[in-house]
Every structure is written in structure tokens, then in C-alpha cells.
């Protein structure tokens, strides 16, 4: 059983590197079996969880209770471990280019610790080829070790989405691959120690990463269609749910929806893939056409209520609009790559003053970020745009609304929430 044998029977320790959104829950759900290190590079970070606080807000006080784990942002402390699980971001520049630095950077420093006989498991999302190419090279300059003869990778791409309290790491059917046979059945048994579906063997690492990436790739190219077509049936005076509405009568209509596409995900994996393809000589145009759209709605949206307000009859330099939502997705804290600022640029571009609002987002977060940090609720807007359908937001009436809006206010509502609720306010929606 080589390795595994010796985490079950405790003799082994896991190190997880990065708790973010994706590691934290990895570490603390090995840790309820098994011998954990969670290790990152920020010292405030990891103070909260000795705490039993989720920087992220992920998880609760309970969630770190009765867990086998040491939080550490000391390298020394890694030198205990042998089996290495790095979740850390893999983001993308202002160039839409893939930035290898935070993964490259943590196979360094598990490079200059790593030992023969030792495991390295990555699940940060990159393109097919990436672990084998980028990241293996400087494991085995930093430990002067050779690949598989001394040390064994793996692949498991993290599915982790946040803000769902349903579909968590130990209920979600795992995808694993190996150098080897024997590095695939050792990593495959030592997830499956957390993970109640199982796991799903890949063929190969290329195999699993391509998987991962296409998950969200695919996700993406159906919102944009979903955009695509929100724009043409606003030319027509359709509402786009109206018709999704109708075509989901059908049994195999796929149901995908418009809006904003953001995150660290959905927003970011399809670059890595289109990057690679481009390295090949390819150039995705389906991709690249998707990603195009979905980039675009934010200025849309704004720029559609612009032309309300004028239609309105208002000055719209000297118009006030109200923007409720200011994350990625509803009911989370997490503002990583969140197309609300887009909105905010396109009104502020106008000479609008925009004010926003949310029940979930950190205002000092948001100014650091994106240059806005969040306002109190007030009256007399000229224009509200509900941008992420919390669940806070999801009771409110017509009546609400009329209340903040000025005379002839108009309202946004992005996710359609309030389709067929409102009949007296001007309203508009995807």
C-alpha cells in the first residue's frame, strides 16, 4: 500500500499548501481522518485558523473542531510531511494570460523540502500539460531529485464550488491521475479516505487537468450564448426568461441562464486553455468568441441603463444610481474577479454617481480591489440594478423599490428575480 498505508495509520502527514476557498476545506476534511499540515505564506491567514476563523468565511467555527491539523506558514514545518496537496490560485494577468507565479512559487519552496519517497499533488486548475512541463522542472532543480525514481506526482483538480453547502469536497465524485500505476492507486486510495463517491482513475495527468479546464470552459461558451441571445431579444421587447422559460418545456433544452460571468473560475480557466491552444498554433475561436461576450455584459448592463435613465427624460451626469450586489455570485463574501466592477467603471465613465450596496462583501476589500468600497442605502436613485441575486434581495417588492427610486426611476434587475412583479416602476432585466 506504500504510502497511503502509512497516512491511514497515522505514520504519514499530509501538507496542504494554499488555504484559500479550495484548501482549507481539503485540509480540514483530511484532518478529521488523518494527520494534517496547512501551510500558507500569510502569517495573518494563518493566525485566524489557529483560531478557528475561515479567512474566506467559508466555513464555521465547527467545521475546525475535532481536526488532526497544524497551521503553519513556517517552511520548516513542511519538512514533517510526504504527501503534498498544492491548492493555491491560479490566476490570470491584465493581459488575460495564464500567471504561473503563486503555482511555480509553491513548487519551489516544496522543492527544497521534498524528500524521496514523497508525494506532490496538485489541484490548482491550469492547462493540459502544465504539471508535467512547468511545475515538475523546478520540483526536481530545488530538491535535486528525480521525477517518479525519487518523488511521485499527481494530479486532482479541485471542484469546489463556493458558497454551496451541498456539493462539498467529500460529496463530490473525485478526479485523480498519477505518474504510474502505482503513484494513480496510492493517491486515488488516499482521497478516497475523504471523499464518500469515490474517485474517477484518469488515464494520465494531461487527462485530468484537460477535464478540469473543459468543466468551466463548457459552463462559460453556454452563458455566452445565453448573453448572446439576451441581447438580441432585448432588440425584439422579449424577455429573455420568458423564452428560456418556454424552451425548458422541452426535455433536453440544456437550462443555462444570462448574467454576469466572474469569479476565479469560470471567468479565468478558459484563458488557460486557449493560451495553450495558441502555443500550438491554434486559435480557439468558439472560446475566445464566448469569452468576448461574457466580458462584455457589465459595460452592456450599465450602458442599457444609461439609455433608460436619458429615456427617462434625466440629465445622466447628474443622475444617482443605486447598484445592490457586489460579489462574484449570490450569497458569498468573495469579490475575486467580480464583473460588478465593470458596472461601476462603464457609470462612473458617464459622470454617473453610483453608490453600492451588499450584504456579503467587505467595503475595505472592494477599495482595495477595485477603488469603491460600499455605501449606506439612501433614497431618490434614478437607477437600481440588483446585480447579484442574493437571497436577502429575493423577498423585496415593487414596493421597495419605489421607495429609493426618484420620480420615473428605473430598475435593472440582471437575474430576472423580479420578472413579472413589477408594473408600475420602468424595468428591464437580461
Known amino acids: 500500500m506504500g504510502i497511503y498505508k502509512d497516512i491511514i495509520e497515522k505514520k504519514a502527514t499530509i501538507a496542504v499548501i494554499g488555504l484559500g476557498y479550495v484548501g482549507l ?13 496547512g501551510f500558507d505564506i500569510n502569517a495573518e491567514r494563518v493566525d485566524l485558523m489557529k483560531n478557528g476563523i475561515d479567512p474566506s468565511s467559508e466555513l464555521t467555527k465547527t467545521d475546525f473542531e475535532n481536526s488532526d ?29 495564464p500567471n504561473l507565479k503563486p503555482l511555480l512559487g509553491a513548487s519551489a519552496m516544496v522543492g527544497k523540502i521534498l524528500k524521496k519517497g514523497d508525494y506532490v499533488v496538485y489541484e490548482s486548475t491550469v492547462y493540459p500539460g502544465c504539471t508535467e512541463e512547468d511545475c515538475i522542472p523546478v520540483l526536481e532543480k530545488e530538491s535535486k531529485l528525480k521525477f517518479v525514481k525519487d518523488f511521485k506526482i499527481g494530479y486532482s483538480p479541485e471542484r469546489i464550488n463556493p458558497g454551496d453547502k451541498e456539493h462539498t469536497i467529500t460529496k463530490i465524485l473525485k478526479i485523480v491521475s498519477g505518474c504510474d500505476a502505482e503513484s494513480l492507486d496510492n493517491i486515488a486510495k488516499v482521497y478516497e479516505i475523504i ?64 448574467g454576469l460571468v466572474g469569479g476565479h473560475c469560470i471567468g479565468v480557466d478558459p484563458y488557460y486553455l486557449t493560451h495553450k491552444a495558441e502555443s500550438l498554433g491554434y486559435h480557439a475561436r468558439v472560446i475566445n468568441s464566448g469569452r468576448y461576450v461574457n466580458d462584455s455584459m457589465g459595460f452592456y448592463v450599465a450602458k442599457t441603463c444609461v439609455k433608460k435613465i436619458i429615456a427617462a427624460g434625466k440629465n445622466i451626469s447628474k443622475s444617482k444610481v443605486l447598484i445592490m450586489g457586489a460579489t462574484f455570485k449570490e450569497d458569498v463574501s468573495d469579490i475575486r474577479n467580480s464583473k460588478v466592477a465593470d458596472i461601476v467603471k462603464e457609470l462612473k465613465s458617464f459622470g454617473v454617481k453610483v453608490e453600492i450596496v451588499d450584504p456579503h462583501a467587505d467595503s475595505a476589500e472592494l477599495k482595495h480591489e477595485y477603488g469603491f468600497g460600499l455605501n449606506k442605502l439612501a433614497k431618490g436613485y434614478d437607477g437600481v440594478i440588483v446585480a447579484v441575486n442574493h437571497t436577502e434581495y429575493k423577498s423585496l417588492d415593487e414596493k421597495f423599490f419605489k421607495s429609493i427610486l426618484a420620480t420615473k426611476g428605473v430598475l435593472v434587475d440582471i437575474k430576472g428575480m423580479y420578472r413579472n412583479k413589477i408594473k408600475g416602476i420602468t424595468y428591464w432585466s437580461l
Open 69 to 97: 491539523i497544524v497551521f503553519t506558514h513556517k517552511l520548516e514545518d513542511l519538512k514533517k510531511a510526504r504527501f503534498f496537496i498544492v491548492a493555491v490560485p491560479t490566476p490570470i494577468d491584465e493581459h488575460n494570460l
Open 195 to 258: 471523499v464518500e463517491p469515490g474517485t474517477h482513475r484518469a488515464p494520465s495527468i494531461k487527462v485530468a487537468e484537460a477535464a478540469k479546464i473543459i468543466e468551466n470552459t463548457q459552463r462559460d461558451v453556454n452563458i455566452s450564448l445565453m448573453n448572446e441571445l439576451s441581447i438580441i431579444f432585448n432588440k425584439m421587447n422579449i424577455n429573455t426568461y420568458d423564452v428560456l422559460e418556454a424552451a425548458g418545456t422541452k426535455w433536453n433544452f440544456l437550462k443555462f441562464f444570462p
Open 25 to 37: 476545506p481539503i485540509a480540514l476534511a483530511f484532518a478529521k481522518k488523518v494527520k494534517v499540515i
